[in-house]
């Protein structure tokens, strides 16, 4: 790394350092610094802090897992997004371009449908989101004579439009009282509920879909040129790119199973840290994962402390996404890549 990557690695680390105190602080049963490092010093060496329980309980069972929620979601989904334009060679690419997040909504929503538990609900959005996104590649890999980054955008849009439809279709037969609220609260995206066995389940699972991202970061940075230029250059395109693909896939499913759809990250995040560090991925990849952990961490402590009901964090992301995209967009002085 540069002098330059190093400066913007260190601020980025200080900022998520920053927001992830004032999360633990923030809330309406308010912690104050002194007393949340008391309370973490006492969780990591046993001495005892002398406080009201109620400030561990607070710190360590409540926002503790939404914490690290929103750090494991936001940062899966800006390493995702920053993978595919990357793949994709455009800046208009998002997570959920080949169908992952229509296939994960599908799953989930079958599951409240059948009434099912918040165990077996996770478990069907995960599957469905791996299987929305292998049927695409099945369906790219079979056609023949074209471009096989343009089929699989047309063959993630064509199937994400009839997912689409079935939840619609679930939408309607749900009952309006009971099924139809819970469906509508987990399309809208929120990290409420979330406790220390969805973490233990979701968090390997997102570390293992970054692991051939990070593997193979130098390595991407090749997918950007033409499959021709790539293939002289002795990368293997088509393995290198289902790496990826199911790297970001993984990920993307796991937070969708445990968060619901929440949009934007992946699509302004990596704008953001492009803009920072420059299109080479090796240095684009840690600092979207940083970015995107903060940003998450941050709008989640919005959404709790800025009304009296938590407001849902799909909401918010599109209220901050568009107009922070929109500004990149006007301020840019150089090309994404």
């Known amino acids: 790394m540069n002098t330059r990557s190093i400066v913007v690695c260190a601020a980025a680390a200080a900022a998520l350092a920053a927001v992830i105190a004032l999360a633990f602080a923030t809330g309406s049963y308010p912690v104050a610094f002194a007393d949340l490092l008391r309370v973490l010093l006492n969780w990591l060496g046993g001495a005892a802090h002398g406080l009201d329980p109620t400030v561990e309980t607070v710190v360590l069972q409540i926002r503790g897992p939404r914490v690290i929620a929103a750090l494991l979601v936001g940062a899966s989904l800006a390493a995702a997004g920053a993978a595919y334009q990357n793949l994709f060679r455009n800046p208009l690419v998002s997570p959920d371009i080949l169908g992952v997040s229509a296939g994960a909504v599908v799953g989930a929503v079958l599951g409240i449908f059948l009434s099912l538990g918040i165990v077996a609900i996770q478990s069907m959005a995960l599957a469905g989101g791996l299987a929305a996104v292998a049927m695409v590649y099945v369906v790219a890999r079979a056609v023949r004579g074209h471009d096989p980054l343009l089929v699989?955008?047309?063959?993630?849009?064509?199937?994400?439009?009839?997912?689409?439809?079935?939840?619609?279709?679930?939408?309607?037969?749900?009952?309006?009282?009971?099924?139809?609220?819970?469906?509508?609260?987990?399309?809208?995206?929120?990290?409420?509920?979330?406790?220390?066995?969805?973490?233990?389940i979701a968090g390997p699972l997102m570390l293992a879909g970054l692991l051939p991202l990070w593997l193979l970061r130098w390595r991407i940075n090749v997918l950007s040129l033409d499959d021709e230029e790539a293939r002289a250059l002795g990368v293997a395109t088509v393995r290198i790119r289902?790496?990826?693909?199911?790297?970001?896939?993984?990920?993307?499913?796991?937070?969708?199973?445990?968060?619901?759809?929440?949009?934007?990250?992946?699509?302004?995040?990596?704008?953001?840290?492009?803009?920072?560090?420059?299109?080479?991925?090796?240095?684009?990849?840690?600092?979207?994962?940083?970015?995107?952990?903060?940003?998450?961490?941050?709008?989640?402590?919005?959404?709790?402390?800025?009304?009296?009901?938590?407001?849902?964090?799909?909401?918010?992301?599109?209220?901050?996404?568009?107009?922070?995209?929109?500004?990149?967009?006007?301020?840019?002085?150089?090309?994404?890549?």
């Open 242 to 337: 289902l790496a990826v693909i199911v790297g970001a896939t993984l990920m993307t499913s796991a937070a969708v199973a445990i968060a619901g759809v929440i949009g934007w990250i992946g699509l302004v995040i990596p704008h953001f840290a492009r803009l920072l560090t420059g299109p080479d991925f090796s240095r684009l990849l840690p600092v979207s994962i940083v970015l995107g952990a903060g940003f998450l961490v941050a709008v989640d402590t919005l959404a709790r402390s800025i009304a009296h009901i938590e407001v849902p964090l799909g909401v918010l992301t599109a209220f901050i996404g568009t107009p922070l995209f929109l500004w990149q967009l006007m301020t840019a002085r150089r090309g994404w890549q």
């Open 152 to 200: 699989l955008v047309l063959a993630g849009v064509v199937l994400g439009s009839l997912l689409g439809a079935f939840v619609a279709l679930m939408k309607y037969l749900a009952d309006p009282y009971n099924q139809l609220p819970a469906i509508t609260f987990w399309l809208l995206g929120s990290l409420a509920s979330v406790s220390p066995r969805d973490l233990w």
